[in-house]
């Protein structure tokens, strides 16, 4: 049963343009959603987060946006970079359990020059 | 600020052995997570640790188990190895706090033969 789900496994976004990736859960439960970026052979690196009393966080190039009534969340990034080109992995968490994450199956961006 | 620490970094062992990974979280950090990243299924929580004590368990067999010492080090074990055990094992440290970003380390890359 995949709770967070990414229906998008690969995205091609040109230099410049605006990346949007999505990301769908199931869990009413969830209450903190996070965004991890991951190069291979490397663990994920925090991106940015939000908790469910928001439905906007931003910080510089991202910004993600939380749509509970449709328990839908994306992650914005303006402008895209060469550097961006990397997995993307959403996560979950339900209250009092922050530590323990949920993940998605990732999204490969691809920011092309 | 030293980050996540894992070791080793590759490992090779043949079924039925058993295998014990090590975790030195981000000073200061008490809580540390397991995960196991597969092809097929993705990234999956394992088991935290808290305080020297497991604060949160995910659904793995008995085979998998850790523990932690008293300087927030961690350690996992997983016993009677099957080939399926075959993943990158992450582990992620967070501070206190309801709502922490978890932080990552570069993690084990486990084969089994």
């Known amino acids: 049963d995949q709770q967070v789900k990414q229906n998008s496994p690969s995205l091609s976004v040109q230099e410049g343009r605006i990346s949007i990736l999505n990301c769908d859960y199931t869990?009413?439960?969830?209450?903190?959603f996070l965004w991890y970026k991951k190069y291979p052979a490397e663990g994920p690196t925090f991106l940015i987060s939000i908790s469910s009393i928001k439905d906007k966080n931003e910080d510089g190039r991202f910004t993600v946006f939380l749509n509970k009534s449709a328990k839908h969340l994306s992650l914005h990034i303006v402008p895209s970079q060469p550097g961006d080109s990397a997995v993307y992995f959403c996560?979950?968490?339900?209250?009092?359990?922050?530590?323990?994450?949920?993940f998605g199956t990732g999204t490969r961006l691809q920011v092309t020059l | 600020k030293a980050g996540v620490t894992q070791t080793p970094r590759y490992l090779i062992k043949t079924r039925g052995q058993q295998v014990t990974l090590s975790c030195s979280p981000i000073s200061g950090h008490r809580s540390v997570s397991w995960y196991q990243q597969t092809p097929g299924q993705g990234l999956q929580f394992l088991f935290e640790y808290f305080s020297e004590t497991q604060r949160n368990k995910g659904n793995f067999p008995g085979r998998f188990s850790g523990r932690q010492f008293s300087n927030s080090r961690s350690e996992m074990n997983v016993s009677t190895l099957e080939l399926g055990d075959s993943a990158l094992y992450l582990c992620?440290?967070?501070?206190?706090?309801?709502?922490?970003?978890?932080?990552f380390g570069p993690g084990t890359r486990l084969t089994v033969l």
């Open positions: 992620a440290s967070s501070g206190q706090g309801s709502y922490n970003e978890q932080f």
């Open positions: 869990n009413s439960m969830f209450d903190y």
């Open positions: 996560a979950a968490s339900e209250t009092g359990t922050a530590s323990k994450l949920t």
